[in-house]
């Protein structure tokens, strides 16, 4: 087994804030617990296991946690075969990995991230139930990509562990990290959720616990307008595609991008973002909804903008 990381974890919660800021006990944090069993879990979890620790991978279905296994055993012999990664090291990560369907088999984790649906409610119940059955130690973070983790904070007798750790998609390739900061949290427990960003070989970002953040809060308007734009049928959703391709220098123009992140997601943001600034320009487009509504939700179902048949 790779050798754990290091990194600061506070002593008991009972222990109130100051003394458990000033008297930290040094352990190591071997075990990670991941839930959800969509394409971020699976990709949180990958990353997680290169990085050097051991991974439960908690999923409501045993046929949706087999189903991430084989997506990481299939991303790391990609890997493999571009000679990124040895299949020793290949092996070696896939033997820390555990799955389960049973919520108690996450209560030795020194460090949970859940990735579930974007749903407030759903998320406070589910830190709710962590914290009742976590270690006093453990950290809970929330990948979530826009709804304020201070909600999820709050739910818990643990407010000043619990933090953002938001990945984005694909996880397994994209190198910034938005570790988020509710009014509640420590700032050693943002350290903490920084060192082990780090430890993963990715790029961490300190940002407020602020609807979006500092990506999406700047990304999702661009996006909505882009539908407006064609809404107003000032150029074809081809063209305004190829207009940011070749004139801004992006990967992908707005529509494919949506796509790939999902027309659902995507409202769900905007509607998040407009909650909270209630600014005209985060205000969902008529198009985007009508999507949604029709089933259309980018890759993931074959159809949104464009159809991937």
Same mark, same amino acid.
């Given at each position: ?26 352990? $190591?944090?071997?075990?990670?617990? &991941? ?10 979890? $990958? ?6 620790? /051991?991974?439960? !991978?908690?999923? /409501? ?9 084989? $997506? ?9 075969? /571009? +000679? ?21 088999? !996450?209560? #030795? ?10 749903? !407030? ?17 453990? &950290? ?19 407010? +000043?562990?619990? @933090? ?8 397994? $390739?994209? %190198? ?31 940002? %407020? #616990? ?37 004139? @801004? ?9 949506? #796509? !790939? ?37 980018? /890759? ?6 464009? +159809?991937?048949?």
């Amino acid at each position: 087994m790779a050798e754990a990381r290091r990194i600061p974890i506070y002593p008991s919660s009972e222990v109130n804030l100051s003394l458990r800021t000033a008297n930290l006990v040094f352990m $190591q944090i071997e075990k990670v617990g &991941i839930i959800g069993s969509g394409v971020m879990g699976s990709g949180i979890a $990958q990353v997680t296991l290169l990085g050097g620790y /051991r991974v439960t !991978l908690r999923s /409501r279905e045993t046929a949706n946690a087999h189903t991430m296994v084989e $997506q990481i055993k299939h991303s790391l012999s990609k890997m493999v075969k /571009r +000679d990124t990664l040895t299949g020793s090291a290949a092996d070696e990560a896939l033997s820390r990995l555990e799955i389960t369907t049973n919520m108690q088999d !996450l209560q #030795d984790s020194d460090l949970v991230i859940e990735s579930v649906i974007e749903d !407030l409610e759903t998320k406070r119940e589910l830190f709710q139930r962590l914290d009742g059955l976590c270690k006093a130690n453990t &950290i809970l973070a929330t990948n979530t990509s826009t709804l304020p983790v201070v909600e999820m904070a709050t739910a818990t007798k643990r407010p +000043d562990l619990v @933090c953002g750790i938001h990945f984005f998609n694909p996880a397994t $390739q994209m %190198k910034l990290v938005e570790v988020v900061a509710p009014i509640t949290v420590s700032e050693t427990t943002l350290d903490i959720a920084v060192s082990f960003v780090l430890s993963l070989g990715k790029e961490p970002v300190k940002v %407020k #616990d602020e609807a979006g953040f500092v990506v999406n809060a700047l990304l999702f308007p661009y996006l909505n307008s882009a539908i407006c734009m064609l809404e107003r049928h000032v150029a074809s959703m081809e063209e305004i595609d190829r207009s940011m391709q070749l004139g @801004c220098g992006f990967p992908m123009g707005p529509f494919k991008l949506l #796509d !790939l992140i999902g027309l659902d997601t995507s409202l769900n943001v905007l509607e998040a973002l407009h909650f909270e600034s209630r600014s005209p320009s985060s205000v969902p487009a008529t198009t985007l909804r009508r999507l949604v509504a029709a089933g259309r939700l980018g /890759r993931k179902s074959k159809h949104g903008f464009y +159809d991937y048949e």
